[in-house]
């Protein structure tokens, strides 16, 4: 089988750089055909030098702004793994499925914020989308060719992030350092912060909903802290189907290069069953942690719902990471922007681009009085 050439979009990020491991494993399988940053010009150079790929390019550039396009629709690749954060992320989803390609999908934020646009693209170009996502990995591989009237409900686990025990004013007054310590996942800040609100899994659920075509209704989340069970699928007769792993993301990088089929990978530490001890699971607190609620319900609007839950949340956690403002402002101005914009039109895509844009501002202006 000849080599299937994949694009990293967000290549020296945390999920990027997973990926390049990945690949310099099964070099009989893979091979770097392009590579994007956004900023960070020292990181992508380094990458260039150790990968040889056909195409490099800096988004964040004067000039940059067709990098992500061109490496996601590269003839010589097959599999563009979009790990790119925030709803940047979109364009180039929708460009790559467009042109057939598989979209190793990490930037849920593109299914959150053009959920049906994604889907529209994916069937006009026949393209495939394939989640990275651990709890969607997991999902994918406990449906197997399971119809979607087989299943009653999907059950998403959560670490909990590192405040799953603290009290509700502990949670309140989180610092930058304390929220940027998460106990089971090595991930970049953005992400961090969002498992530690919960707004995280309210992306999750959201593109749980657009990637298995199920109601919001059948969508459930339950705190997980050994992150060792990625996700259950409970079918209608009562069965319940988990996948398990040790928490790290090249397994769910390696299959969702490689689904349906699986590979060997000496690189990733295998379970044991005994050495693993106790599962345990917990409800989420939801009045601890509204962001999940808050998300979930901007989502279950239509429209731009979740666009401008998706905008207001990235700027928030921008101004909290720069100390503008507290753990606790997060849900403050992200409830208040939903509640003010949630109800924006989001048929088209330019409509969605009009609402992430309106829900930036109001947060910028929330946070300037
Ligand atoms: N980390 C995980 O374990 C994990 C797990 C599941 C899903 N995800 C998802 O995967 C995505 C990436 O997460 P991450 O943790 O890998 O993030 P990260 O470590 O912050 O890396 C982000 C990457 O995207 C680039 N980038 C930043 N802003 C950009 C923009 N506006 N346009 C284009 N590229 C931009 C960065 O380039 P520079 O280095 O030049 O800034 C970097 O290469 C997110 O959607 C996240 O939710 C991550």
């Known amino acids: 089988m000849s080599r299937r050439g994949v694009a990293i979009l967000g290549a020296t990020g945390s999920i990027g750089t997973s990926a390049l491991r990945v ?51 590269h003839p010589d690749v097959d599999i563009v793994l979009n790990a790119v954060v925030g709803a940047a992320g979109l364009a180039a989803t929708l460009a790559a499925l467009d042109a057939g390609k598989r979209v190793a999908l990490a930037n849920k934020e593109s299914l959150v914020v053009g959920g049906q646009l994604v889907l529209e693209a994916a069937r006009r170009g026949g393209g495939e989308l394939v989640p990275v996502d651990s709890e969607h ?60 609100t919960l707004a995280n899994k309210a992306l999750e659920v959201i593109e749980a909903h657009f990637l298995f075509g199920l109601p919001f209704d059948a969508i459930d989340v339950v705190v997980h802290p050994q992150s060792i069970v990625h996700s259950f699928v409970e079918f209608v007769d009562g069965s319940m189907l ?12 390696l299959y969702a290069f490689t689904h349906p089929e699986r590979s060997t990978d000496v690189g990733i530490p295998r379970l044991d069953p005994v050495a693993m001890g106790s599962l345990t699971f917990e409800a ?78 109001h947060v910028e202006g929330l946070v300037r009085c």
């Open 284 to 361: 989420v607190r939801h009045d601890v942690f509204p962001m999940l609620s808050i998300g979930v319900g901007a989502a279950r609007r239509g429209g731009a719902g979740a666009a401008v839950f998706n905008a207001a949340n990235e700027v928030a956690v921008g101004h909290f990471l720069d100390g503008r403002i507290t753990f606790g402002g997060i849900p403050e101005v992200v409830g208040e922007t939903v509640d003010t914009l949630g109800s924006l039109a989001g048929g088209t895509r330019q409509e969605l681009l009009d609402a992430d844009a309106r829900a930036r501002a």
């Open 137 to 196: 990995s997991a999902i994918l591989q406990a449906l197997g060719s399971a119809p979607t009237s087989s299943v009653r409900r999907l059950v998403l686990t959560a670490s909990g992030g590192p405040f799953r025990a603290s009290s509700a004013a502990e949670v309140v007054t989180a610092t930058v350092g304390q929220t940027l310590r998460h106990p089971t996942w090595s991930m970049g800040r953005k992400i961090t912060v969002d498992s530690a």
């Open 23 to 73: 690949i310099a494993r099964h070099p009989d399988q893979f091979r770097v055909v392009a590579l994007t940053a956004h900023a960070n010009r020292e990181a992508l150079d380094q990458l260039v030098t150790a990968h040889h790929p056909v195409f490099a390019g800096l988004s964040g550039s004067a000039g940059g702004g067709d990098v992500l396009l061109a490496a996601a629709t």
């Open 242 to 253: 988990a996948q398990l792993g040790v928490p790290s993301m090249e397994l769910p990088i």
